[in-house]
């Protein structure tokens, strides 16, 4: 396993093509969630992922503090359906709160407060749909 950070400028195109493929597969295949995916937000991310046999399989995105929420924000994390149950999501989360290095929000699909909760964010929203998937917003504090 290999673990990547980068900014979007330090990106190849071959790792962008990749991370929309996997975002894509996941989010709106297999999800089946009719987003917009390009949202803007990209070009401001730190983008974080693991590769096996130089495939992506686990990924997701750090927005700087103001972006999107005023902490910095997680989102766009994806665990390949072959690397579910292995741990791997639980340390992608893990790399991506020490990156992110501070208080953390995270618009966190609400079947998925549990596995946050374990990681230190509790929930401060009550369920809300985004793009027909129930979401609650949820934070983990500085030194949490």
Not at 16 to 26: D, K
Not at 61 to 86: M, N, Q
Not at 94 to 116: D, E, K, M
């Amino acid at each position: 396993m290999h673990w990547h950070e980068r900014s979007f400028a330090q990106l190849t195109t071959h790792e962008l093509y990749a991370i929309i493929a996997l975002r894509e597969r996941v989010f709106v295949i297999e999800q089946r969630c009719i987003y917009l995916d390009a949202d803007g937000l990209d070009p401001i991310a730190t983008h974080v992922w693991a590769a096996r046999d130089g495939a992506i399989v686990a990924y997701l995105r750090i927005l700087p503090a103001g972006a999107k929420f005023p902490e910095a924000s997680i989102g766009r994390v994806i665990v390949a359906a072959s690397e579910r149950g292995t741990g791997l999501g639980r340390e992608l989360v893990g790399r991506g709160i020490a990156i992110a290095n501070g208080p953390i929000r995270i618009g966190a699909q609400a079947h998925l407060q549990r596995f946050y909760g374990e990681l230190g964010f509790e929930t401060i929203s009550d369920v809300y749909d985004e793009d027909g998937v129930p979401h609650v917003d949820m934070i983990r504090r500085a030194g949490s």
